[in-house]
């Protein structure tokens, strides 16, 4: 009778085989070193931690509870995402707000506007992207490596302005009268030194310093009229 006793409690204890062997599986995913995203990790931990809080030792009359317990834990298991790798995007990140953030340098307005615009998309790119969506992180990083070749030193143009405000004192001289012809040379040195564009490279200095060289030219050119009206009052 002892031994009947005995075997119709075994027979009455509830199975937690199959949840064992789940939680067991969790728990793997979980120390796998895959990085997953925030809201299926997040559901598989919890789920997990409910599993292992249920009561040990229940009743064949509660396997419902260990059943319930399974099929949540499982299906959070099998519902998580891997995440996209955002690594590469944050390197790049980093090195595009040295550049934005130098203060030292000074890059043409052009250039800067560009890396500032797609350096803002990717800081608002979605950061629980899946592994299966990683071709929208590699698009904005391909823009971002693109914008960071891109940037480019702003030319010298101390010498440029310089040049301008002695050509315009020259002009603007009231006590001095200059032949014709150099004047006009020098009126159309200033007009196309005034036109250089403000946003050129160091890639473009050349430019700069070209128009500074014929600016400077014409200015040292000027001839000035001679003073004759000492002789005509004689």
Same mark, same amino acid.
């Given at each position: 009778?002892?031994?009947e006793e005995a075997i119709s409690k075994i027979a009455l204890k509830a199975d937690y085989t199959e949840l064992n062997n789940e939680i067991e599986l969790a728990e793997g995913v979980l120390a796998d070193g895959n990085v997953y995203t925030n809201s299926t990790k997040t559901a598989l931990e919890e789920a997990l931690a409910e599993a292992k809080a249920v009561e040990k +030792?229940?009743?064949?009359?509660?396997?419902?509870?260990?059943?319930?317990?399974?099929?949540?834990?499982? +299906?959070?298991?099998?519902?998580?995402?891997?995440?996209?790798?955002? =690594?590469? &995007?944050?390197?790049?990140?980093?090195?595009? !707000? =040295?550049?934005?953030?130098?203060?030292?340098?000074?890059?043409?307005? $052009?250039?800067?506007? !560009? &890396?500032? =615009?797609?350096? /803002?998309?990717?800081?608002?790119? /979605?950061?629980?992207?899946?592994?299966?969506?990683?071709?929208?992180?590699?698009?904005?990083?391909?823009?971002?490596? $693109?914008?960071?070749? $891109?940037?480019?030193?702003?030319?010298?143009?101390?010498?440029?302005?310089?040049?301008?405000?002695?050509?315009?004192?020259? &002009?603007?001289?009231?006590?001095?009268?200059?032949?014709?012809?150099?004047?006009?040379?020098?009126?159309?040195?200033?007009?196309?030194?005034?036109?250089?564009? /403000? +946003?050129?490279?160091?890639? /473009?200095?050349?430019?700069?310093? +070209?128009?500074?060289?014929?600016? !400077?030219?014409?200015?040292? $050119? &000027?001839?000035?009229?001679?003073?004759?009206?000492?002789?005509?009052?004689?």
């Open positions: 009778a002892a031994l +030792d229940l009743p064949q009359t509660e396997q419902t509870q260990i059943e319930a317990a399974l099929t949540k834990l499982r +299906d959070a298991r099998t519902a998580i995402k891997e995440k996209a790798d955002y =690594s590469e &995007l944050e390197n790049a990140l980093l090195k595009a !707000e =040295s550049i934005l953030n130098d203060t030292e340098k000074v890059y043409t307005d $052009g250039s800067k506007n !560009e &890396l500032q =615009s797609i350096y /803002d998309k990717a800081t608002a790119l /979605d950061k629980n992207l899946l592994a299966s969506e990683q071709s929208k992180i590699e698009e904005v990083l391909s823009e971002l490596n $693109g914008a960071i070749d $891109g940037i480019k030193e702003k030319a010298d143009y101390s010498a440029l302005d310089e040049a301008i405000e002695k050509a315009k004192e020259a &002009l603007n001289r009231t006590d001095i009268k200059y032949t014709a012809n150099t004047e006009q040379v020098l009126r159309d040195a200033l007009t196309r030194a005034e036109n250089v564009t /403000d +946003d050129l490279s160091t890639d /473009d200095q050349y430019i700069i310093d +070209d128009v500074v060289d014929l600016l !400077e030219i014409a200015t040292d $050119g &000027l001839i000035e009229v001679a003073d004759t009206s000492a002789y005509e009052d004689a």
